[in-house]
């Protein structure tokens, strides 16, 4: 049995294309957990409608040490009703549309 070399993929998650709305999620992972495991964690999502776009990302720094990255990608100000809210001391945001 051969090594198995993990990476950092990124995938599209969820797609929505409607008369109103245009919704699009994508999730980044990184290898995680034991060195006898190969097991790949999330690591990053961005979220986009319309012309909104939000990065949520903490797949530059090293697995469990890292704080995540919130930005804003698109000119502000957001559209009527998008929040992020942030809870548990920066450690779980919600992206609400």
């Keep these: ?8 993929i ?3 998650a ?10 699009q999620v994508q999730s980044r992972t990184w290898p995680c957990g034991h060195s006898h495991r ?21 797949c530059e720094g ?10 804003i990608r698109s000119r502000l100000p957001l559209a009527k ?3 992020i809210t942030e809870a548990n001391n920066g ?3 919600t992206v609400g549309f």
Aim: hydrophobic fraction near 40%; include cysteine.
């Design 1 to 8: 049995m051969g090594h198995l070399a993990c990476k950092e």
């Design 10 to 12: 990124s995938y599209l």
């Design 14 to 23: 969820y797609k929505i294309i409607e008369c109103i709305s245009r919704m």
């Design 38 to 58: 190969k097991t790949i964690c999330n690591c990053g999502v961005a979220v986009r409608e319309n012309s909104d776009v939000i990065v949520m990302d903490m």
């Design 62 to 71: 090293i697995f469990n040490r890292t704080s995540l990255q919130v930005s």
């Design 81 to 83: 009703g998008i929040e």
């Design 91 to 93: 450690k779980r945001f």
